[in-house]
């Protein structure tokens, strides 16, 4: 007689933040399927909002509440600990507010399907009456569930899956912007490909670790290489490809070609969500793997995210300064702040509390960084000329002349990025080089003097970052402007409440920082489930 099967368990309430955003994603389907055309709009905003804001009450209530898992959930493949809690609510918060510029008309194509510049475009545009593409909400949705997940990932396996649920919606919406077609297909289409090749060596990473541990478990993998030859050359070349597909999802250097093209092709509501939560769940991911999975492989990883730092700041840094567009220019900027994240991953050496001092340097970061740049690309979409959004950097001329206003809001963010005392983004970045150096100086620590090399680094490529940031505050504040310069939109309320909110996070967090770094504090000090 067959022994009974052991039903699986289920931590639903662990699990209800995620649940919530993916079971809204599949009503938000059938509402798509079912619900008359000039209706949906009008179910879906408040859906996705609703759930956006339900899931983050959750996670609030969990935290609160102390309701930590110590053990990983769903059979052992989801961890809900202090680090992934914390990242979830970043996350819900950045696509909330990101969800209310999505609502604004104007920036989605009115049909996908028609040719860019043909008469069913135009006919398309012609009989639009604002509800413009809602299928957007439950693509957003099913990539924040994805968002989620990724870092939370316990196994291998489901940060694959993970990977695919938060790339797969990205890819579609990079190509539906309203203007600028021919960019913005291309823009999905070099997404789609490159994130397909680095999903493809993602998988063939997983496939030749669990040749070697015979396990896709972080923890196993970890024991595996406890127990066994941590230099095996099956393990060593597969978490090599696993580390191209990570560093390939936050742009690092020498997997950033992406990033220029698709930021400035996409919708820019889209491109906030994505510079913002993406990112945010990539490097979750990315401090998932490499300090549960590579616990016992630190020598061998750290020299290799030494060299993939440094390049990144570097490449981030210069090659923004030679960018004319404006979104571009932010790409690599968003560049340049990977790398100074990953400061704080290599920042890993030493006891458990030092660990978590790092850790929690890095959601801090995470945090001020990603709701500045949701309150930037909210500022891009107001500047407009006939075509569309002003993009070149030369049509910014004498804009602080024309707006004082957004152009002072704009430039306190370009401020806050470059890393400036009194902003959140300068507390930011003292607490990752801070974390660094304190890493580098624990006793036989072989990698001591390197630490302190990367963060001079990081302290140039800061300085030169802060050239081109400066570069637009001077041409906006200290040029003429053109006669036939961009107009300045009316924003919608949902606009202003992005742009007031990233400011007050910005200025407070900077001139306070003790409240978020606290949180931060308390959910790094759980570390990561093992």
């Known amino acids: ?212 541990a015979g396990t896709v478990s972080l923890p196993g993998i970890n024991q595996a290489m406890a127990a066994g030859n941590a230099l095996d050359p099956l393990l060593l070349i597969g ?17 950033q070609a992406w990033k220029p093209d698709v930021y400035q092709g996409a ?65 690599y900027s968003s560049i340049a702040h990977a790398g100074f994240l990953l400061v704080g991953v290599m920042a890993t050496y030493g006891s458990a509390q030092q660990n978590s001092g790092s850790l929690k340097a890095i959601l801090f970061y995470l945090a001020v960084y990603g709701i500045t740049t949701v309150g930037a690309f909210a500022v891009l979409t107001l500047v407009r000329d006939p075509g569309g959004e002003a993009g070149h950097l030369s049509r910014w001329a004498g804009l602080g002349k024309r707006a004082p206003v957004l152009s002072g809001v704009f430039a306190f963010f370009l401020l806050a990025f470059a890393g400036i005392p009194l902003t959140s983004g300068f507390m930011g970045k003292y607490a990752v080089f801070a974390a660094a150096l304190n890493s580098g100086t624990q006793p036989g620590d072989s990698m001591g003097g390197w630490m302190a090399g990367l963060v001079v680094l990081g302290v140039v490529a800061s300085a030169i970052a802060a050239f081109f940031y400066v570069r637009v505050i001077v041409l906006m504040f200290f040029s003429e402007p053109a006669a036939d310069g961009p107009a300045v939109a009316a924003p919608s309320m949902g606009t202003v409440a992005v742009i007031a909110v990233s400011l007050l996070v910005t200025v407070g967090v900077g001139l306070y920082p003790e409240s978020v770094l606290g949180v931060a504090n308390d959910a790094a000090s759980s570390l990561f489930i093992r």
């Open 239 to 255: 978490f090599a490809l696993l580390g191209v597909g990570l560093l390939f999802k936050i742009g690092a250097a020498p997997f």
């Open 267 to 331: 919708p820019t509501p889209i491109t906030a969500l994505m510079a913002s939560g993406t990112l945010v769940a990539a490097v979750g991911a990315v401090l998932r793997v490499f300090w549960v999975g590579l616990g016992n492989l630190d020598w061998e990883w750290r020299p290799v995210i030494w060299v993939v730092a440094a390049l990144t700041m570097v490449v981030g840094s210069i090659l923004a300064i030679t960018q004319t567009e404006i979104k571009r220019m932010l790409a």
């Open 1 to 212: 007689m067959n022994p009974a099967i052991e039903a699986p368990t289920i931590e639903y309430g662990t699990l209800a933040p995620l649940l919530i955003i993916f079971g809204a994603a599949c009503i938000g389907v059938l509402v798509e399927a079912f619900a008359p055309r000039y209706l949906r709009k009008s179910i879906h905003v408040p859906l996705t909002l609703l759930s956006l804001a339900g899931a983050f009450a959750l996670v609030l209530v969990q935290t609160v509440r102390g309701q930590v898992s110590t053990t990983a959930s769903a059979m052992g493949a989801v961890a809900v600990d202090g680090p992934a809690l914390f990242i979830w609510g970043i996350i819900l918060v950045l696509s909330f507010v990101c969800v209310l510029l999505i609502n604004d008309e104007g920036h989605f194509v009115a049909s996908a399907a028609a040719v860019p510049g043909s008469a069913d475009e135009e006919e398309a545009e012609a009989h639009d009456n604002g509800t413009g593409h809602t299928e957007v909400y439950p693509l957003v949705l099913f990539a924040v569930g994805g968002m989620l997940l990724f870092p939370a990932s316990h196994d291998l396996l489901m940060m694959f899956v993970a990977l695919e649920v938060m790339s797969l919606p990205l890819y579609l919406l990079c190509g539906l912007a309203r203007r600028r077609r021919l960019l913005s297909q291309e823009a999905s289409m070099k997404y789609f490909l490159l994130g397909a090749f680095s999903s493809a060596f993602f998988l063939y990473g997983t496939a030749m670790v669990y040749g070697f």
